[in-house]
């Protein structure tokens, strides 16, 4: 049989029901058997089907990218501006928009790859593992070397690397939530499925991406890569489109305007030129020639429409909004959150509504005991401690009697015997191998700081299983055999007749009994997961046997008549730092949900733990979801604040109903199921810790910590970067505004262009650039989080904004314009002299404003001069680059000579004072500005978006 015949038989991928075929049947379709695949053959099958890994995108050409750099509408007009300018033969104008929009474009590019390198840097390192049978040896191999038909081994805490069918196995149960959304870890069997069953139902079966949480067994490979069952579903995700985020589409209208008011005022420039110059116009027509047309006014119209195009346009936006975004990135990186898209920095900032799951991300996701209650003694001890780690005391009572003591002794003895986890400390961090509510008990018997518990050599173990709810585990100390159980308490009162009491061991009484079941309900109504602890001695008469009678007997003959000792509640506890989290996101207006597949009762104590739940209206399950339409989740999204029994599915409903109330939606998951939603999402969260590759791929942002306080510190940083980028757009269209009034005036009063295309390009981007830049680096006021949310549709422009933007640019233009008249431009000798004047003063402008756009609504000397160093040092760039620009010397070009690009003289001291004097009132006007405005008070604005929600919120509330 040739290669492609194989695939054929073995390539049907996940739709092949090898659940339901025989062993051998399995084995003969992959043409494999129980020593293996030989080398070559699993040589040959690699480039048959490919390394077992998700496929990636495949990424654009570093020249498409640059090239994709050009295709704003503000970078076309520049590039219009420039071949004019080459026309009318201003070729020092020209060579300098041309350089601009080169480094523009290339910074844009640069920022564009670092910050995809950051984000493949930051992946895991490590090449994971796998243990397969070649040859009939077992050898260590890289998952992505695994093909179908090789034979795998997998234990407890390993994560299945490929989808595969069960050989044998031994006690295995899997944790498949991250595929189906089953909390539950699966037990598996090996027997064959004799009718189609679903995903979640296929108890032969491991797949991708799932972990072993106990047992181990031997599986055959059925598929891999893209062709898994994880793969099918990360196919369907790469073909979803990303919308663009609110900032990027703000950026783009805002271009869109800046772009329409250009070509707006240029045509209206041309239409005054035509008017006023008709009958030169009609010469030149008549009689047509080139030197005629150069010395006619339509070289000069159109070196001023060339100016106007420049000046209107923020060439430094782009790039500084990137550079802000990045050191966003940085930022949000160093406090665990990796975001993967840049824009979706700022997304965060304007998120109304985080939806979360619990376990992991507003939980410690490490099982903890913390209470145990012995009634017999009416006693409640509660545990001290979170998580894993040992550190913690059991809160005895003042003066425990002997029998309370050997009770609690004996629980320990019985939590440390009848138990499978391994409790290990791994690079400073304490894990648990195995059940996590087994692990709880292991550590539970560490905290107790009377004796070293060690429990006695384990003989036999008699797993547990759904029916009977129960595991014991049956051990050996010295000549004394003793049988360990634990289990749900309903199925453990049945099978004890006694009981561990004050005096002694006592036979178990109905009363006794009914007190026992009603502080099961007590512990259950606190949302834990109780178990109840027994043991008994075995006559060692029958020891012998024990080893020889089958699963069954023994439970029958060795799981009754037991001694009751006592009970434990057992919890996922909340994190502390959540709970602070979530307060500050009431203070910043922004609504918490809690998401879980948790019991009602779960759900709802730890709700109210962390402060999310105020009444049962505030929540629903997935069973409710189930039967309502979408209008009616609609009408009830803005009251829930907890969802219970919730599958992956379900989130797609709430992201909808959420998004049609106008919200802006954070979303975390880390199952492959999760990966629609959080593609959905406005802002996707996926766990770096517990998350699946899939879910990781699908989001915007990676929470290297699985800690929900993380994403609030995110929004934080989010909100803060939107603050800067919009102090930098006051700064840079206030120097565009002052630019063009500037033009216009000139040309208005018949006086010769004050700032050549060459002069603004630069003011733009060098004079604009550091101060710009440390703008971004502006630290945030105490406040950011005690406002509410923008609203999503604001514009990022408001009317605040545009009236300061405009009294700024009037401002500079008209004290530009007086001393470009005082040095009387229409002699053409002392016009370079008037038109270094006019660009020095513009300059030491914007140096002053960056001192004002440091605050909008507080003086700059409350929130400190000298308080951003970055901006200082920023200035004192500028005023050295604009000195070396006026007494330097003239640049060099090959084949062209030298060049006085921006068209400068040297100044003497007077005209220095006369540039910083009249520069300085801008300053002084903002100033004055910000004490009337305090003093008299700000006009009433409209309600936020945030603050509707809040209103409404106190509205249902009450």
């Known amino acids: 049989m040739d290669q492609q015949e194989d695939a054929d038989q073995m390539g049907d991928g996940p739709d092949k029901l090898w659940h339901q075929m025989d062993l051998k049947e399995v084995m003969s379709n992959l043409h494999t058997s129980a020593k293996g695949l030989v080398a070559d053959e699993a040589k040959s099958r690699i480039e048959q089907f490919g390394l077992n890994e998700l496929a990636q995108k495949k990424p654009r050409s570093v020249i498409l990218r640059f090239l994709d750099q050009f295709k704003s509408v503000l970078i076309i007009i520049l590039i219009i501006a420039g071949f004019l300018s080459f026309f009318i033969g201003e070729w020092t104008d020209s060579l300098v928009i041309f350089i601009v929009i080169t480094i523009n474009a290339c910074l844009s590019l640069y920022q564009e790859m670092k910050a995809e390198k950051k984000m493949e840097a930051l992946k895991r390192l490590a090449d994971p593992t796998a243990v397969v049978v ?112 609110p900032l990027q589409k703000r950026l783009a209208k805002l271009g869109g305007q800046i772009a329409a008011f250009a070509i707006i005022v240029c045509v209206v420039l041309l239409i005054f030129d035509v008017i006023t110059n008709w009958s030169e116009l009609a010469a030149l027509f008549t009689d047509f020639s080139l030197k005629a047309l150069e010395e006619s006014f339509i070289r000069e119209a159109i070196l001023t429409y060339i100016s106007l195009a420049v000046a209107v346009i923020p060439e430094g936006l782009p790039v500084v909004v990137m550079l802000t975004l990045a050191l966003g990135m940085e930022q949000m990186a160093k406090h665990n959150s990796i975001v993967k898209r840049m824009p979706c920095v700022e997304t965060l900032g304007c998120t109304t509504v985080i939806c979360s799951d619990k376990t992991g991300t507003l939980t410690c996701n490490e099982m903890t005991v913390k209470e145990i209650d012995l009634p017999q003694f009416k006693t409640e001890i509660m545990v001290n401690g979170l998580g894993y780690d040992p550190k913690g005391n059991l809160i005895l009572p003042e003066k425990p009697s002997q029998a309370l003591l050997d009770t609690v002794e004996k629980l320990m003895e019985v939590s440390m015997g009848c138990n499978n986890a391994v409790h290990r400390k791994k690079e400073g961090m304490w894990q648990i191998m195995g059940d996590p509510t087994e692990g709880a008990l292991v550590v539970l018997s560490k905290k107790y700081g009377q004796k070293n518990i060690k429990a006695p050599t384990r003989v036999k173990e008699l797993p547990f299983d759904a029916d009977r709810m129960r595991m014991s585990t049956i051990h050996k100390q ?338 530009t314009m007086l001393v470009y008249w005082l040095m009387d431009p229409t002699d053409p000798d002392k016009l370079p002299k008037a038109r270094t004047m006019a660009f020095t003063t513009f300059v030491l402008f914007q140096l002053f404003n960056v001192l004002n756009c440091r605050a909008y609504k507080h003086s700059v000397f409350q929130k400190g001069l000298f308080a951003n160093k970055y901006i200082i040092g920023a200035i004192a760039l500028c005023l050295v680059l604009q000195i070396v620009l006026i007494y330097g010397p003239m640049i060099d070009f090959p084949l062209i000579g030298s060049i006085n690009l921006f068209q400068t003289v040297p100044l003497d001291w007077k005209d220095w004072i006369m540039c910083v004097v009249v520069s300085a009132f801008i300053f002084l006007a903002d100033e004055i500005r910000t004490l009337l405005t305090y003093f008299i008070g700000r006009r009433m604005r409209p309600l936020h978006f945030g603050e509707k929600f809040r209103q409404s919120t106190r509205r249902d509330d009450s």
């Open 134 to 245: 070649r040859d009939g040896k077992k050898i260590e191999i890289s998952t992505a070397e695994i093909v179908p038909g090789d034979i795998i081994t997998v234990e407890d805490g390993q994560r299945v690397p490929v989808d595969a069918r069960i050989i044998s196995s031994n006690n295995l149960e899997v944790n498949e939530s991250s595929l189906t959304g089953e909390s539950e870890p699966v037990r598996k069997k090996v027997g064959r499925l004799l009718k189609e069953t679903v995903l979640a139902e296929r108890t032969n079966m491991l797949y991708t991406g799932t972990i072993v949480t106990k047992g181990n067994a031997k599986a055959v490979v059925v598929d891999t890569g893209m062709r898994t069952q994880i793969g099918q579903i990360a196919k369907m995700v790469q073909g979803v489109n990303i919308e663009e985020t």
């Open 478 to 815: 010295g000549k004394k055999e003793f049988i360990f159980t634990k289990g749900a308490p309903g199925k453990m009162f049945p099978v004890c007749n006694r009981i561990m009491t004050k005096d002694g061991i006592k036979p178990m009484s109905k009363m006794m009994e009914l007190k026992l079941r009603a502080s099961n309900t007590k512990m259950a109504g606190k949302a834990y997961r109780v178990l109840a602890l027994a043991y008994n001695e075995i006559d060692v008469t029958v020891g012998d046997k024990i080893l020889q009678g089958d699963e069954k007997t023994l439970v029958k003959n060795f799981e009754k008549d037991l001694i009751f000792i006592g009970l434990v509640g057992i919890i996922d506890p909340a994190r502390e730092e959540a709970k602070d989290a979530i307060s500050e996101c009431k203070r910043a207006g922004i609504k918490v949900v809690m998401i879980t597949g948790d019991q009602k009762e779960t759900a709802v104590a730890i709700g109210k733990t962390l402060g999310i739940v105020q009444s049962m209206k505030n929540v629903l399950k997935g069973s409710d979801l189930e039967c309502m339409s979408s209008k009616q989740l609609e009408s009830k999204a803005n009251d829930v604040t907890v969802y219970a029994r919730a599958s992956p599915e379900h989130k797609m409903k709430i992201i909808s109903a959420l998004k049609s109330k106008g919200h802006v939606v954070a979303m975390t998951g880390d199952g492959v199921n999760d990966a629609p939603a959080l593609t959905k999402a406005d802002i996707g969260v996926a766990m770096g810790q517990t998350g699946t590759d899939v879910a990781q791929e699908a989001a915007d942002m990676v929470l290297q910590d699985d800690n929900f306080a993380t994403i609030v510190k995110a929004v934080e940083e989010g909100r803060k970067i939107y603050t800067n980028i919009r102090r930098f757009i006051r700064y840079q269209l206030s120097t565009n505004v002052g630019a063009i009034i500037l033009i216009l005036l000139c040309t208005v009063f018949g006086l010769p262009i004050p700032l050549s295309p060459a002069q603004i390009l630069y003011i733009n981007i060098i004079m604009d650039g550091p101060p710009a830049m440390a703008l971004t680096m502006e630290p945030s006021t105490g406040d950011i989080m005690k406002n509410p949310p923008r609203d999503p549709k604001e514009s990022i422009l408001s009317t605040e904004l545009i009236s300061s933007i405009i009294m700024l640019g009037v401002i500079m233009a008209f004290w």
